[in-house]
Every structure is written in C-alpha cells, then in structure tokens.
Nanobody, 127 residues
C-alpha cells in the first residue's frame, strides 16, 4: 500500500516535494512511477525510476524540473518539483511495480503495469 502526501498550493516558480510511503513491501528493487491528472484531462506520466540503481526517465514536460528519488531506510519515494508552472496543477499519484526488471531505459512502463497505487495528492500552482 502506498500513502502519498505533500501536495498543496504554491506560486509559479516555487517548489514542492511529494512523498509516497510504502507498507507491505520494500523499495529494494522496484519500479516507481509518478503520474498526474488535471481536471478534464487524461492521466499523464510524469516519470519513473528503478529503485535498485536510481535510473530515471522523465516526461519532456517536466524534465530538468522534477526529480524522483527514494529512501530505502524510510521506505519512501519522493517527487521533487521545482520551477513549478500553472500547467503543473493536477492530482499527483505514485505507483509501484514490485519487480525492478520492468524498468526500461528511455521509456516508462504503462500505467496498467503498476501493481500498487497511492491516493492522489493535489498540487495547485497559481500564476
């Protein structure tokens, strides 16, 4: 099970860090995905990471602004979001596939390959 937190209201240009705490499994070698969905829009992939080696892929829209990381001691993954824009406003979701072998360089696995999902946490970026 995943518990997401850290959303809130921030001004454009600001930063937020989302957290996703896991229970029932560890982050030794998993694929972690972050997704977002704005009202009226389809779910959008933000990025993914293999916890074993820290390799990541990011969507072009967030590359160089967002960073995925994990803390195995805390069994928590993070999404650091910098230089936020109004178009980043959305509900953000974390997801996990319990096998790191599903990670592929350059592309994230599709949403339906993930086994566990956190509840959404709302990020609102004001202009």
């Amino acid at each position: 099970q995943l518990q997401a937190s850290g959303g809130g209201l921030v001004q454009a240009g600001g930063s937020l860090r989302l957290s996703c705490a896991a229970s029932g499994f560890t982050f030794d070698d998993v694929v972690i995905g972050w997704f977002r969905q704005a009202p009226g829009n389809v779910r959008e992939e933000v990025g993914c990471m293999r916890s074993k080696d820290g390799n990541t892929n990011y969507a072009e829209s967030v590359k160089d602004r967002f960073t995925i990381s994990s803390d195995s001691a805390e069994n928590t993954v993070y999404l650091q979001m910098n230089s936020l824009k109004p178009e980043d406003t959305a509900d953000y979701y974390c997801a996990v596939r319990e096998s790191g072998s599903y990670y592929h360089t350059g592309v994230c696995i599709p949403y339906y390959e993930y086994e566990y999902w956190g509840q959404g946490t709302l990020v609102t970026v004001s202009s």
